[in-house]
């Protein structure tokens, strides 16, 4: 084994696409300081009781752990909304903000495919609001987001967990039937869903509910076609609820943006209310994802109802190279090399130029030959006794 | 285009029969090839032919928008897509079979299970007892016979391979087990207007 090498599902990121990511870092900075979002930075390292005790327990599986010189177990950011919601909930004392991170996060499990051990991760969260107009400007803004990083084609894929919730608060489910349900449901897959169901001993209305879940999916009419598949409150709530987020939106002017799915079955327990997920055909998996999780801080001692978004940059890395979307990268604009004894002269120039807004590479070396092998637009060679240009 | 992921094998042809009458031009696949990638003359479709236990994984990059696979391999791969439909072809089972005269080996401390599905075996055995997993690629019935094993884990369709070889089903652990259609998360939505005709055309093919 070469100790030269990475570990499984990390990557380091060299200067092309370093450049490219700091690129996208930058335009979404501008994005999110536009509409008055605030910076944040979490710690990396948290400890493990923090969120193996909480309601919303993450899978110790999923958690890179290390021990503390104490002996404690320690973990690496295992997810960043809910470190923003302890710092919420712990050291924000108005229980209100807009805030943006970028921020890592790690899975020690996930691997392969579209996935990565160490998520790159830009988000923004919304805390201390409620209401489907706050829903409705996340949706926008997430829309906005992606196109601003340079993503063409982009579409907001939006459901509701209140409405799998409320068909499956009837039926009577432990949480550990009503998960397995719902991931059943979460992959479309209606078959093992109602055979769940059927022996929990579900009503034939909640069944034939279930069973057009994995098809409802798709522009406005779903809200009509969901609204007669049952009589649950909490459910039909659900759809008003989108019904309202979806007549905001296209007021803004972002319905072509989105499309609808009431068969999202992201985890039941962290989303209180709509899911969404940022997509584009040349990725595979989601660009973007986010929700409502009203009562995440609540672990942390605080309700604060929150909504937010993360970005895997990665993916967009690579959805923007194939989209044909990539910045250009920028070629310096001068090159300065001098003789010996004119390194004074040679540096002044250079940040004359440099004031001036030029991006300037001073050469290592003496000499006029080394010029010949950059590929800036101007090319200097500096003199003892003046400028010479080349 | 529509790219689809299909399994090399036991479903191959059903697969492209299926996809015939729902008006996709498979005559391509009729081709004698060794090509893996293939198109249809009218360029609408792109063919991956891979192994079945491979099919998941093109459809959950997205590399294949759809791809028909068997229920057992999607328990197996736990892969992160959408079952679109059950296809309700080469129906089987997972199921646990050994001697039957030796019936009580299922309660041992420690069991030895030849199988091809480790990931399966292992969820399945979690409760019970401590096993002892032997991965095996391909003739598992060997397994007991040879005494590698104590009993094995595998698909069951006809049970002929079993009876040959003086072994029974023990227990069927997941019955109803078919081929699906199975589709990328991000294709459904942003192929919606190529993709969902066809898998309705499907559905009604099937039903």
Redesign the interface.
């Known amino acids: 084994m070469s100790f030269k090498k990475l570990p499984t599902g990390v990557q380091d990121i060299l200067p092309r696409e370093c450049r490219v990511l700091w690129s996208v870092r930058d335009r979404l900075t501008r994005a999110f300081e536009a509409r008055g979002y605030e910076p944040v930075l979490s710690a990396a390292v948290e400890y493990y009781d923090t969120y193996a005790n909480i309601r919303n327990a993450l899978p110790q599986e999923r958690m890179f752990k290390f021990t503390d010189s104490d002996g404690r177990l320690l973990v690496l950011r295992p997810d960043a909304t809910l470190s923003i919601s302890r710092i919420a909930a712990t050291k924000l004392p108005e229980g209100q903000a807009r805030l943006y991170y970028f921020l890592d996060k790690w899975d020690a499990q996930s691997a392969g495919g579209n996935k990565t051990r160490e998520i790159i991760q830009a988000g923004v969260e919304r805390l201390g609001e409620e209401g489907a107009f706050s829903d409705a400007q996340t949706l926008a803004f997430a829309i906005d987001c992606m196109h601003e990083m340079g993503l063409s084609d982009c579409i907001l894929d939006v459901g509701h967990v209140g409405f799998m919730k409320g068909l499956l608060e009837e039926c009577g489910l432990s949480d550990a039937e009503a998960e397995e349900v719902r991931a059943s449901l979460n992959a479309k897959d209606g078959f093992n869903a109602e055979r769940l169901l059927r022996r929990a001993g579900a009503k034939e209305e909640t069944l034939a509910a279930v069973r057009a879940l994995p098809t409802l999916f798709g522009g406005a009419e779903v809200f009509a076609r969901a609204g007669k598949l049952t009589k649950n409150a909490r459910a039909l709530a659900a759809v008003a609820h989108l019904e309202r987020v979806h007549r905001i939106l296209a007021e803004m002017g972002y319905e072509r943006s989105v499309c609808f799915d009431l068969g999202t079955g992201k985890s039941l327990s962290y989303y209180s209310g709509i899911v969404f997920s940022g997509l584009v055909r040349e990725v595979g998996a989601p660009v973007l994802s986010g929700g409502r999780y009203d009562d995440l801080a609540d672990d942390f001692g605080k309700h604060i109802p929150a909504v937010g978004f993360a970005i895997g940059l990665k993916r967009v890395l690579v959805a923007l190279e194939r989209q044909g979307n990539l910045p250009a990268q920028p070629v310096f604009d001068a090159a300065i090399s001098c003789e010996e004894g004119a390194e004074g002269r040679a540096d002044a120039l250079a940040k004359q130029l440099i004031a001036k807004g030029l991006r300037v590479t001073l050469a290592a070396q003496y000499g006029k030959d080394v010029l010949e092998k950059t590929n800036a637009r101007e090319k200097w060679f500096v003199t003892k006794t003046g400028e010479v240009r080349i | 285009m529509i790219n689809f992921a299909l399994p090399k094998g036991r479903l191959a042809e059903k697969s492209a029969e299926l996809l015939r009458t729902c008006g996709v031009d498979t005559s391509v696949l009729e081709e004698d090839t060794r090509k893996l990638v293939l198109e249809s003359a009218d360029r609408r479709y792109g063919f991956f032919l891979v192994k079945p236990a491979d099919v998941p ?1 093109y459809v ?4 294949a928008d759809l791809g028909i696979v068997g229920k057992d391999t999607l328990i197996e791969e736990g892969r ?5 439909l ?1 296809l309700k072809m080469g129906e089987c089972r997972l199921s646990i079979a050994g001697y039957p005269e030796r019936r009580d080996v299922l309660t041992n401390p420690h069991l030895r299970v030849a199988t091809k599905y480790v990931n399966t075996a292992r969820r399945v055995f979690a409760d019970r007892e401590e096993i002892e997993i032997i991965p095996l690629h391909g003739s598992i019935e060997l397994a007991p016979v040879t005494g590698l094993a104590d009993v094995i884990f595998d698909v069951v369709q006809t049970g002929s391979t079993l009876k040959a070889n003086g072994l029974v089903v023990l227990e069927d652990v997941y019955t109803g087990i078919t081929a699906r259609l199975v ?10 207007e190529e993709v969902l005709p066809l898998i309705e055309k499907l559905r009604e093919a099937v039903s």
Do not use: H, P
């Open positions: 994984a959950e990059a997205g590399v992160d897509l959408y079952e679109m059950d589709a990328n998360k991000v294709s459904l939505k942003t192929k919606a």
